[in-house]
């Protein structure tokens, strides 16, 4: 156990950040932790959408922070790509933190992470924070809110995680590979393991408030399916139960899509009564899945709708993602996860930076 007297390590924290409004509550209570004492020697702001001659856009930076704050213009290809591109500017520190741009540590949140920091073994990768998603009073949560709230049970989320610096090194940083904010953590999280590395459970609390989004987004979710197919080519069948990710519904969606696509076909061939029970096979499912997303919300009328219209397209978006990611992913192999080469990189080409005066 470390010496009540021992002092933190330093650490840098690096937020990839599209520039949204929320960065500025992050930043304010990362602000409140450099008051407090327990604050980073730098912040890496990775801005992902550059302006037009490649520099990164200007951002709001509490004015406590600008002296230890850089801006580095993002490659916009995902939140593990600019991962990657912060680590080289967050300077040679033994820890890196790394935060979303739409989190809010909480209070106490600098003496957490020291006290995080200071127990943690030699053995250890990264120390994750508990994550909180607050979701409204008096009423029961949006099939969005539930799918935000999940965030607070999962095993390893990047939303809050302090790496040791030699462990990213060792496992070569995150894989650019995973363009959307999933499984990218998770996925190094095993490499991880597999190294040898311990991952620990910290003690500092992190929000993660429910973004607004629309009717539409628990379809654009679906191409996370590709990603699951890459997450198996690269750790195998049974990487699931040792990430702790739930499997989903996609066999579901397979027998919904197929009874679908066989009551196209049929109908094509004249078969009526062959085409009428697949249609029958197709809305049972499609309903079913309706009512297993209707039942634990709301139940207005907005949601209502929303549910009733996406769970009839989820499935066939789900298998296409799925195929699709099959196709994009077969080369991939488990004996060779770094494949194709160069697709991880911990020490990028740092991008034009700029730094944040006050």
């Known amino acids: 156990m470390p010496q009540a007297s021992a002092l933190p390590p330093p650490y840098a924290i690096v937020v990839p950040t599209l520039g949204r409004p929320s960065l500025r509550a992050c930043l304010d209570a990362v602000a409140d932790a450099a008051a407090a004492g327990r604050g980073p020697v730098r912040i890496v702001l990775v801005h992902d959408r550059p302006g037009p001659d490649g520099t990164p856009p200007a951002l709001d930076v509490p004015p406590a922070l600008r002296p230890i704050t850089t801006v580095v213009a993002g490659r916009a290809r995902g939140p593990a790509a600019a991962r990657n591109t912060g680590m080289p500017a967050a300077g040679p520190v033994p820890w890196i933190v790394f935060l979303d741009d739409d989190v809010v540590p909480g209070q106490g949140w600098g003496?957490?992470?020291?006290?995080?920091?200071?127990?943690?073994?030699?053995?250890?990768?990264?120390?994750?924070?508990?994550?909180?998603?607050?979701?409204?009073?008096?009423?029961?949560?949006?099939?969005?809110?539930?799918?935000?709230?999940?965030?607070?049970?999962?095993?390893?989320?990047?939303?809050?995680?302090?790496?040791?610096?030699?462990?990213?090194?060792?496992?070569?940083?995150?894989?650019?590979?995973?363009?959307?904010?999933?499984?990218?953590?998770?996925?190094?999280?095993?490499?991880?393991?597999?190294?040898?590395?311990?991952?620990?459970?910290?003690?500092?609390?992190?929000?993660?408030?429910?973004?607004?989004?629309?009717?539409?987004?628990?379809?654009?979710?679906?191409?996370?399916?590709?990603?699951?197919?890459?997450?198996?080519?690269?750790?195998?069948?049974?990487?699931?139960?040792?990430?702790?990710?739930?499997?989903?519904?996609?066999?579901?969606?397979?027998?919904?899509?197929?009874?679908?696509?066989?009551?196209?076909?049929?109908?094509?061939?004249?078969?009526?009564?062959?085409?009428?029970l697949c249609a029958a096979g197709w809305a049972a499912g499609t309903a079913e899945f309706a009512a297993a997303r209707i039942a634990p919300g709301p139940r207005t009328r907005s949601e209502v709708v929303t549910m009733a219209v996406t769970s009839t397209v989820i499935p066939a978006v789900a298998v296409w993602h799925w195929l699709r990611g099959t196709a994009v992913h077969r080369r991939i192999r488990r004996a060779d996860p770094a494949a194709p080469p160069g697709s991880r990189s911990a020490a990028p080409q740092e991008a034009p930076r700029e730094q944040v005066r006050s």
């Open 111 to 276: 003496e957490d992470l020291a006290r995080d920091l200071l127990s943690a073994s030699r053995d250890t990768a990264a120390v994750t924070a508990r994550i909180e998603v607050p979701l409204p009073p008096g009423r029961r949560p949006t099939d969005w809110e539930r799918n935000t709230a999940g965030l607070a049970t999962a095993r390893w989320i990047t939303a809050d995680m302090a790496f040791r610096r030699e462990a990213l090194d060792a496992a070569g940083g995150f894989d650019e590979r995973f363009r959307r904010a999933f499984r990218e953590d998770a996925e190094l999280a095993l490499r991880l393991l597999e190294g040898g590395w311990v991952l620990a459970p910290g003690t500092r609390r992190t929000t993660h408030p429910v973004r607004p989004a629309d009717r539409w987004v628990s379809v654009r979710l679906q191409a996370g399916n590709a990603d699951d197919v890459l997450m198996g080519r690269l750790h195998g069948p049974d990487w699931w139960g040792r990430a702790g990710a739930p499997r989903g519904r996609l066999p579901r969606h397979f027998a919904v899509t197929a009874a679908a696509a066989a009551a196209v076909g049929c109908a094509l061939a004249g078969r009526r009564g062959a085409a009428a």
